[in-house]
């Protein structure tokens, strides 16, 4: 789970904005529809279980959800923000990114 102070409605820009200033990351709740969290989740599963952790990775097995014994993608601990192994580029990351809900809460911070 991510910690309460990261997390914001879209209104709070100002609150939003300095998370991103200060920690480089924001949770803006609400933005993406119930469905296209779905379909994210599915794509990053999709990914987790492929290219992500060379198979090693089972959506429907918790066992294989642990970083101690080298299974799941390394990432920076301090985040918890995947950055190897084409994480950024997965499709999972652009249908986020491509969503105009994201895209315009983007618009009013850059």
Same mark, same amino acid.
């Given at each position: =789970?991510? !910690?309460? &102070?990261?997390?914001?409605? !879209?209104?709070?820009?100002?609150?939003? @904005? +300095?998370? $991103?200033?200060? @920690? *480089?990351?924001?949770?803006? +709740? *609400?933005?993406? /529809?119930?469905? &296209? $969290?779905? =379909?994210? $989740? +599915?794509?990053?599963? #999709?990914?987790? +279980?492929?290219?992500?952790?060379? *198979?090693?990775?089972?959506? #429907?097995? #918790?066992?294989?959800?642990?970083?101690?014994?080298?299974?799941? /993608?390394?990432?920076?601990? #301090?985040?918890?923000?995947?950055?190897?192994?084409?994480?950024?580029?997965? =499709?999972?990351?652009? @249908?986020?990114?491509?969503?105009?809900?994201?895209?315009?809460?983007?618009?009013?911070?850059?």
């Amino acid at each position: =789970a991510l !910690p309460g &102070e990261i997390r914001f409605q !879209p209104a709070d820009t100002g609150g939003w @904005r +300095e998370a $991103l200033r200060h @920690r *480089g990351m924001a949770v803006l +709740e *609400g933005v993406l /529809p119930q469905v &296209e $969290l779905q =379909a994210t $989740l +599915e794509d990053i599963w #999709s990914w987790l +279980e492929g290219v992500g952790s060379g *198979g090693a990775v089972s959506r #429907s097995d #918790s066992s294989t959800w642990t970083m101690g014994d080298g299974r799941w /993608p390394k990432d920076n601990m #301090s985040t918890g923000i995947v950055c190897v192994r084409g994480a950024g580029q997965s =499709a999972g990351a652009w @249908r986020v990114r491509g969503h105009a809900a994201v895209q315009a809460a983007f618009a009013r911070f850059w």
